[in-house]
């Protein structure tokens, strides 16, 4: 989908009008009277009352509009820019059922809310909504050819957030995409493809190891976990130095994880099904680096992946075995189902050692428990640094995406001692699995400041609701960039 900001009347299939009430269309200069006349007109017929998210589909005969999508925002004081995001879906949905080709999105100027976030979240709301995962269907979904953004004012703060929208809608779609991609398709050597042409796009830099490298650099655990799969693993790098005078670093350290069978510790089919998305993580980091480096964020990143895939076979590794780590430290394998720890332990070393990170944030696709704990709309956090955390939840109040920090008191690191190595890869129990599952993360980022987000629930979605399509969501992505936008 193209999208670009016009300054007058554009001929579109469908116009979505996002109002907080009929004053907002006097402010609309690309919209014809006689268009905001009949809209008044059905508003009052209609005895509209701007409920927060309704949404009606108006018929007009004008020249340059087919049909018309009235979109309530709610009261202003109430409004915020998840709801203008979901808002706008809303509409965008009721809009594609006239499979329109151009699509005209007007966005008031609100009282009181910044200008610029509200046409970001609009553009971001239309175009996430309007992905679909097609590629392998002979029968493609019906899509949006162009989307035309109608402000009240062009300032240069307002391109620029729907620049920013944009870039961040289409980051997100392009982790959904890897996320979606299933591991046949999606494999370490295609994923460090994916992020190669990536880096190309938006200007980062890209370093991918191959399994000898990989063995060199004592990645042991990351090793083991990869060791059984026919595809074999890889280690990506992607680096965006934006502010290169300054020391900081923040390593974004992604789940790579192509496929889980649990390997020895096989999943049911039935949880195994969707395991393709064990890589969300990794969308997310190389989702992030793509968007900060299309904004040109003066910061220093770098986006680490310990890709492979958790496989079966005769020289897989397993349950009991101990195994070393890139840090030095052992580790008791009690079930090769908990591999992502051990594939982000090494990433979190490398980026320590290698790379010089000052700062450390993984995130991943890490335990069912999380799911069980905060459901698929809250990524559950774990840190060791209330300074950084407030970071996050900035981030997490201007993406959107909703995060909980759970506690790390010592008693759960207690639960990680093992009796014949330093560390075992699970609690001795399943009690608290998402905070072991980060804690025992955080037994190797050096007391760093560092953020674990867990997006096994987050990444995902069974069924579709508001701007998020069923399968992968692209969680993570927005709210990386944020994070790091803030810094
Ligand atoms: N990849 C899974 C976690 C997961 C579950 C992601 C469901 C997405 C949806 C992870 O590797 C895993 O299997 N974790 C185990 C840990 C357990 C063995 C301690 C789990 O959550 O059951
Ligand atoms: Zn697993
Ligand atoms: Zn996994």
């Not at 793509?290 to 076979?313: D, H, P, Q, R, T």
């Not at 399943?430 to 905070?435: F, H």
Request: a positive charge.
């Amino acid at each position: 989908m193209k999208t670009k900001i016009v300054t007058k009347s554009t001929k579109s299939d469908v116009a979505i009008f996002l109002l907080t009430g009929i004053s907002d269309l006097n402010g609309f200069k690309t919209l014809g009277e006689k268009v905001k006349k009949d809209i008044l007109k059905g508003i009052k017929m209609d005895d509209w009352k701007f409920e927060e998210g309704k949404v009606k589909l108006f018929s007009f005969y004008d020249k340059d509009i087919k049909h018309g999508v009235v979109a309530s925002l709610g009261k202003i004081k109430d409004l915020t820019c998840e709801k203008i995001r979901k808002t706008t879906a809303s509409a965008i949905k009721k809009g594609i059922e006239f499979k329109p080709e151009k699509v005209s999105l007007f966005i008031p100027e609100i009282k009181g809310f910044d200008a610029g976030e509200a046409v970001k979240s609009a553009v971001e709301g239309a175009i996430l909504s309007s992905y679909s995962f097609d590629r392998h269907k002979n029968k493609k979904s019906d899509k949006i050819g162009e989307l035309f953004i109608n402000t009240v004012n062009n300032n240069k703060k307002v391109t620029e957030a729907v620049k920013e929208g944009v870039v961040l809608a289409e980051c997100t779609n392009i982790a959904r995409d890897l996320v979606n991609e299933p591991s046949n398709v999606i494999y370490p050597e295609t994923l460090a493809k994916e992020a190669v042409k990536l880096s190309k796009k938006y200007g980062f830099t890209a370093e991918i190891f191959e399994e000898k490298e990989i063995e060199k650099l004592k990645m042991e655990s990351f090793l083991a976990v990869a060791r059984a799969a026919e595809k074999r693993p890889r280690l990506i790098v992607l680096k965006y130095m934006g502010n290169p005078s300054n020391k900081e670093v923040t390593a974004l350290v992604g789940k790579g994880l192509t496929y889980d069978t649990g390997g020895l510790a096989l999943k049911p089919a039935t949880g195994m099904v969707t395991m393709k998305c064990d890589m969300g993580g990794s969308a997310a980091v190389i989702g992030a680096i793509s968007a900060i480096a299309a904004m040109k964020l003066k910061v220093n990143v770098i986006s680490v992946v310990a890709a492979c895939e958790n496989s079966i076979g005769g020289n897989a590794y397993r349950n009991g075995d101990i195994i070393g780590s890139m840090a030095g430290k052992t580790i008791e394998v009690l079930n090769t189902d908990a591999e992502g720890r051990l594939t982000l332990i090494d990433a979190v070393t490398y980026s320590i050692k290698k790379l010089k990170a000052t700062k450390i944030v993984d995130i991943a696709t890490l335990t069912g428990a999380v799911m069980v704990a905060l459901g698929n709309t809250v990524t559950g956090v774990v840190s060791n640094n209330d300074k950084f955390f407030k970071q996050l939840e900035k981030a997490s109040g201007s993406s959107g995406e909703q995060i909980w920090r759970l506690p790390n008191y010592p008693e759960y690191s207690e639960m990680l001692k093992s009796e014949i190595a330093d560390l075992r890869n699970i609690g001795k129990n399943r009690l608290a699995g998402t905070i072991t599952a980060g804690l025992f993360v955080g037994e190797f980022v050096e007391n760093k400041p560092w953020l674990h987000l867990d997006i096994a629930g987050t990444s995902w979605r069974d069924a579709p609701e508001s701007y998020n399509q069923a399968g992968g969501t692209g969680a993570g992505v927005r709210l990386l960039y944020h994070l790091m936008k803030n810094q």
